[in-house]
């Protein structure tokens, strides 16, 4: 779980950097800092993996409130939308430690003067850690900080209690920025200092925090764009759907769910302007468009125990001929899964209205998918078993899958 909440967060730095521009790695350095002040005030491995993933989490509403003003036309209290939305999406993770606030309040300053007017003692002390973090981080670049000018940002650390930083905040701060830490904070060694520093975290692949996570994700990359609001979401209740028509065993079921869930996740970077064009893409556009795939790849095959998963999530716009990418597989090399997400990901892009189309009910949706069959791309006896499956919705959204029994 912790492997895959960071290579979440290195998605959200792509959208970040997108839209405000942040710089690569900026949430795992707010994690780090953020753990190494958690261990100084003596807090648990759970506090500490609460407070890790919090930070890593921090800015995990971008999508969702630039969509909402989008969709409203109107910018009022962005930063308070965008700190609300990120505090409602961590809580729905059901994570077994309190992280009540820890994203809504950390922008604030003690002061008085955040979004929502809190002072130095009014929010959760995690809250300043991670306001701290980010915004030292945000302001002087810590990847690449040369040394000799540590000791200045030290000093606008101490500078800044009262008005920007609280004084528990900036004391711990201070001991925690020394010059092995910051060396640690680069680009090439945060990999391996996220993996010494941040503590692990595995749960039960039934557990409700992984259906938490996996419709978190879902929300995130929907919000990229306005067509796309429910396409993961989804996808992934209609492979959990087909995997009970399948009558598959429930952990398999999770891990399908999980992969649907995850399968668009590389395309958070993929700039809205390609996402959302009315018209037919260059073929440089495509180029950049079919790229998701391989970030979905390359974001996920290196999480341990997801082997299967990152293959069938990033497998989705293979083709049985061997015309499809990220890596151009034939029906051989292609699973019984991947291929249900291919057949599951064009059943969902077909039916739901687009810039170049409009949406399609489930009769009209099939005749396409029986015409890919038909050229030998996609596997025909799952299309029939969709036709069959998902014939009595006719193209309305299906419920979210419940809770397995015993794992709530």
Request: glycine residues 6%.
């Amino acid at each position: 779980m912790d492997s895959l909440i960071q290579a979440i967060a290195m998605a959200l730095d792509i959208v970040e950097n997108e839209l405000v521009g942040a710089s690569q790695n900026h949430g795992k350095r707010i994690a780090v800092i953020c753990a190494k002040m958690g261990k100084l005030l003596g807090k648990t491995p759970e506090e500490i993996t609460a407070l890790v993933t919090c930070a890593l989490l921090h800015d995990n509403a971008l999508t969702e409130y630039i969509l909402s003003e989008r969709i409203g036309g109107q910018r009022e209290s962005a930063m308070k939308k965008h700190c609300e939305y990120g505090q409602q999406n961590v809580d729905a993770l059901h994570l077994n430690t309190n992280v009540k606030d820890f994203i809504l309040y950390h922008h604030e300053r003690p002061d008085g003067k955040g979004p929502f007017g809190t002072r130095a003692g009014e929010a959760p002390l995690e809250a300043e850690l991670i306001a701290i973090a980010d915004q030292v981080d945000v302001a002087y670049h810590l990847q690449g900080l040369a040394p000799e000018k540590l000791s200045a940002v030290q000093q606008t650390i101490v500078n800044g209690i009262g008005n920007r930083y609280s004084k528990t905040a900036a004391e711990l701060m201070l001991e925690v920025l020394d010059l092995p830490t910051l060396l640690s904070l680069g680009d090439a060694a945060i990999r391996e200092t996220a993996a010494a520093v941040l503590p692990p975290w595995v749960v039960e692949i039934e557990a409700e925090t992984v259906f938490g996570l996996s419709n978190f994700v879902s929300k995130i990359i929907d919000c990229k764009s306005v067509f796309t609001q429910q396409h993961s979401s989804q996808i992934a209740n209609k492979a959990w759907f087909m995997a009970a028509y399948y009558d598959r065993e429930p952990a398999d079921r999770v891990k399908l769910y999980l992969a649907a869930a995850l399968h668009d996740i590389g395309k958070l970077a993929t700039p809205t302007a390609i996402l959302e064009k009315p018209g037919n893409l260059t073929d440089a556009e495509f180029l950049v468009m079919k790229d998701h795939v391989r970030m979905t790849w390359e974001l996920l095959k290196n999480i341990e125990g997801f082997q299967s998963i990152g293959v069938w999530a990033s497998s989705h716009h293979e083709k049985l001929d061997g015309t499809g990418y990220p890596h151009g597989k034939k029906a051989d090399e292609l699973d019984f899964n991947s291929r249900l997400m291919a057949c599951i990901d064009i059943y969902q892009a077909v039916s739901e209205a687009r810039p170049y189309h409009p949406q399609r009910n489930h009769h009209d949706t099939m005749k396409i998918l029986y015409k890919v069959a038909g050229d030998g791309k996609i596997d025909e006896q799952i299309t029939r078993d969709i036709d069959v499956a998902l014939a009595p919705y006719d193209g309305k959204c299906l419920p979210p899958p419940k809770m397995p029994e015993g794992k709530r």
